[in-house]
């Protein structure tokens, strides 16, 4: 399963990568940018959750120990399942696993329609970053964005998830599929 999911990873890639080059003059995102792993609740599903771990599995022990250390301290100060974390895998600005990452991490920055008129911004927008020279103080896109929805979701159940026959299973957020320590 994890091989078919590679492939799959590969062509959204492209297609993102597309998407990123055609919405260029409005992304910001570049190396060491993270503010969309600063703060979030990163959805996964078990699929993206098996191959995130192949990655963790591949870093270096200290690494891995970060990482650990990182889970812990969210999983402590957690109060609510409604709370927003930093990714424990984000060390240094940078995406400890960035070849594995999930498929909302692969999204992060790009403007798209949810619906025939709803648009999902990135939150960066709202730091002066992607997006943000294109939109109203009212939230308002004044440019098209991507005409297909990003969404985790929309993209498991997509044509290009069917083409490679694949099971995305239950969804949680990143750190909901670690155990409490």
Known sequence: ???????????????LGRYFQEQSEYVCCKDGCSGCCEIGDYPFTQLEMMYLMQ????LPHMVQLQVRNNLMQIKQNRVSTHLFYKCPFL??????????????????GLAYLTDSKTVKLPECVNNGLCYSKVTTEEGILTVE???ENLGL????NSKLAKKYKLEFGPSRSLIDWFPKE
Do not use: Q
């Not at 990655?55 to 591949?58: E, F, S, W």
């Open 55 to 58: 990655g963790y599995k591949a």
């Open 91 to 108: 060390l240094d600005g940078h995406c400890s696993v960035y070849k594995y990452r999930g498929i909302t991490c692969r999204t992060f």
């Open 153 to 156: 979701f929309d993209i498991a």
């Open 1 to 15: 399963m994890l091989k078919k999911y590679e492939k799959f990873l590969k062509e959204l890639d492209k297609k």
């Open 145 to 147: 964005p991507i005409k």
